[in-house]
């Protein structure tokens, strides 16, 4: 199958499309930064997925199906170019894989699009409404880029689409938002909460997006891997020493001090555990995961 990878050029993209030659795949890689070394059977494009040598790509190429990850989840990112990036960006590539006759399109994206609430259900699953937006007003951009992705179910129901909601990553390359949250030798907690924290290695997280496209699967759909974990343990294991503060003083940390640099309404995700119900994909799929959270935290730890 020749596949179209956006975003291939990051930490996950380089992991799924090594994946994609593993089973035997032809790799179209799109990403405005480079990947010089990227193993024989990846043809890289360095462009931008709005602009037109992008489209040409699906117009002379021809792929048969396209995994689209070039999404920026960077709070501090202006709202404007990030929603040319994520919504606009998105929209561009399924205006491509509609008009040059792609059959299938994996779109990846995260699970904290449920939102951190107190009154929030401890797992959600697929029928739950994306309710970040409303209380993290960056995330609302990756909201509608996530909902733009599957409206295309009715709107282009000739094109089967998947949409991953996926978990967090973590692993040996160190990439990704919870990795850097966790970055730094001290982890802001805010005083009196612990939340529960999803995820699940970043090996197993590639395997799960390929295994969807080989599956050609459709509908929306969770992905996770093992039991969630205390954000104390989880700081603990990866040994990372916690750094409480009261809830009003949390913002004036942010950026100081060697801490992350969150935006201000991160402090939700920070409160209140977000964690899915990922059965309906292990039940699609038959997907397992390989590594539990012991091996994830550690693989990061020592990476």
């Known amino acids: 199958m020749k596949v179209v990878v956006t975003g291939i050029s990051g930490g996950m993209g380089r992991l799924v499309a090594r994946g994609l030659l593993e089973g035997g795949h032809e790799v179209l890689g799109i990403d405005t930064r480079p990947w010089p070394d990227a193993p024989k059977?990846?043809?890289?494009?360095?462009?931008d997925i709005r602009k037109r040598p992008a489209e040409d790509v699906f117009r002379a190429r021809r792929p048969d199906a396209a995994i689209h990850m070039a999404t920026t989840s960077r709070a501090r990112t202006p709202y404007e170019e990030r929603s040319r990036i994520n919504l606009?960006?998105?929209?561009?590539?399924?205006?491509?894989?509609?008009?040059?006759g792609v059959r299938h399109v994996v779109f990846v994206g995260r699970h904290t699009l449920y939102g951190a609430a107190s009154d929030s259900p401890l797992y959600h699953t697929e029928e739950d409404p994306p309710m970040a937006g409303p209380a993290f007003p960056e995330m609302a951009d990756l909201v509608a880029a996530d909902l733009y992705a599957g409206s295309t179910l009715w709107r282009h129901a000739d094109m089967e689409t998947a949409v991953l909601r996926i978990a967090y990553t973590l692993g040996p390359s160190g990439y990704g938002t919870l990795a850097n949250f966790l970055r730094g030798p001290f982890v802001p907690t805010v005083l009196g909460f612990d939340p529960l924290f999803h995820f699940l290695h970043e090996g197993d997280a590639a395997r799960a997006i390929v295994l969807a496209l080989e599956k050609r699967l459709r509908g929306v759909y969770n992905v996770a891997g093992p039991q969630p974990i205390p954000l104390a343990l989880l700081c603990r294991v990866t040994g990372r020493r916690t750094l409480p503060i009261?809830?009003?003083?949390?913002?004036?940390?942010?950026?100081?001090?060697?801490?992350?640099?969150?935006?201000?309404?991160?402090?939700h995700h920070v409160k209140y555990p977000v964690v899915v119900d990922a059965a309906a994909f292990r039940n699609a799929t038959g997907f397992q995961h390989e590594f539990d959270e012991m091996q994830t935290m550690n693989a990061f730890r020592w990476a």
Do not use: S
Not at 91 to 97: E, K
Not at 246 to 267: K, M, S, V
């Open 41 to 47: 059977g990846v043809e890289m494009f360095e462009t």
């Open 88 to 100: 606009y960006g998105t929209r561009a590539i399924f205006d491509h894989c509609h008009a040059h």
């Open 246 to 267: 009261p809830e009003f003083l949390y913002p004036r940390f942010l950026g100081r001090f060697g801490l992350p640099n969150l935006a201000t309404d991160a402090i």
